[in-house]
């Protein structure tokens, strides 16, 4: 898993352990940039901004053959121990132009270290068997929500920093899965608290207010309200922050049941901090709840739950893009919500 090899990575390659080929695949490119730039550092030193000498070489397999790649990770290194050849793009290559990266793979060239970028790779294919079986292979997929907390713990241990297991979940709630916006946020951090300082919940909130869940919030309220445009505005933004659809989608039906708890308790009387322990929020969230809460009718609730099932059925089953149908969704309930039916 993600978690574990990149530390185990990084580790091995600081300590000099080098291997001779490495094929890196996955969506989560700050991983595996920061994995090739430990690389850069460790083989070609202080001439790791130099892409001009004889120890390393570049390609994209969109305008070089595979096969040329590999002769140049064959070629010895000249005034230095070991070259370093970097390729991008091996998901564009077809099954039968990688058949010449199997049998490499059974003898790469020691003096060599290659490495092989794609987004994805197809496991099924020999030559990816191939490059498994001999440990090349490192898979970078997207780090779920239950494992940004440890890794913000360890990113935070590697500066000299300690932080509070809920402001760790704080951060990571408020960053997102963006992995370039959660660094970004703990350097604030570090330079906020100082070095071998502690970060603590409270100045998480203070430093980074915008979060996943204040996001739905703003988006949910949008909806109640019936304002398309920023319903849309909120929605864009926050697949642009790359949000998985099905998961907003699931933030989506959660909240409206929020909401009709809600309303169903309003209707009841029922004091406001009782209120929000039954919906389940802070009482400072509960408002955001309140006001989609007295706008939308029982009926325009029910059409909207609806519209959520039938969408969780077409993410599950459509060939339509995920952010297409998701936005879709998100003008059905707005205009549901503005119905007042």
């Avoid at 080929?21 to 595996?32: A, I, N, Q, S, T």
């Avoid at 092989?116 to 990816?128: I, N, S, T, Y």
């Avoid at 297991?165 to 100082?194: F, T």
């Avoid at 309200?225 to 933004?237: C, H, I, K, M, Q």
């Amino acid at each position: 898993m993600p978690e574990r090899e990149e530390p185990d990575l990084l580790c091995a390659i600081e300590r000099g352990e080098i291997a001779p080929l490495y094929c890196l695949h996955g969506p989560e490119r700050f991983l595996v940039d920061r994995v090739v730039a430990a690389l850069r550092q460790k083989i070609l030193g202080a001439t790791a901004g130099d892409n001009s000498g004889f120890s390393y070489e570049a390609f994209d397999l969109k305008e070089v053959a595979l096969i040329e790649v590999l002769a140049a990770a064959r070629t010895l290194p000249m005034f230095a121990k070991r070259r370093l050849v970097i390729a991008r793009g091996l998901e564009q290559v077809k099954a039968d132009g990688l058949e010449p990266l199997t049998v490499y793979a059974a003898h790469p060239n020691p003096s060599t270290c290659l490495v092989l970028l794609a987004e994805k790779v197809d496991g099924r294919l020999r030559a990816f068997a191939a490059l498994r079986r001999a440990g090349y292979l490192h898979e970078f997929a997207r780090l779920r929500d239950r494992e940004l907390g440890p890794f913000i713990a360890r990113e935070a241990r590697t500066r000299g920093l300690t932080i509070d297991s809920d402001a760790a979940l704080a951060l990571a709630n408020a960053a997102g899965p963006d992995l370039g916006r959660l660094m970004q946020a703990l350097e604030q951090l570090e330079i906020y608290v100082g070095r071998a300082g502690r970060i603590s919940r409270a100045q998480v909130e203070e430093l980074v207010p915008e979060s996943r869940e204040r996001n739905v919030f703003e988006l949910t309220k949008a909806i109640g309200t019936g304002d398309t445009r920023r319903a849309l505005d909120l929605v864009t933004n926050m697949l642009r922050n790359r949000e998985p659809p099905l998961r907003v989608q699931a933030m989506l039906l959660r909240q409206l049941r929020q909401i009709w708890r809600a309303k169903e308790l309003a209707a009841a009387n029922v004091p406001r901090a009782e209120m929000a322990a039954a919906v389940g929020l802070p009482p400072f969230f509960l408002d955001d709840v309140l006001v989609p809460a007295r706008r939308m009718s029982v009926a325009a609730l029910r059409r909207s739950f609806e519209c959520l099932y039938q969408a969780d059925r077409a993410f599950k089953s459509s060939r339509v893009d995920p952010e297409v149908q998701l936005t879709r969704l998100v003008r059905q309930l707005t205009e549901e919500a503005g119905t007042r039916r």
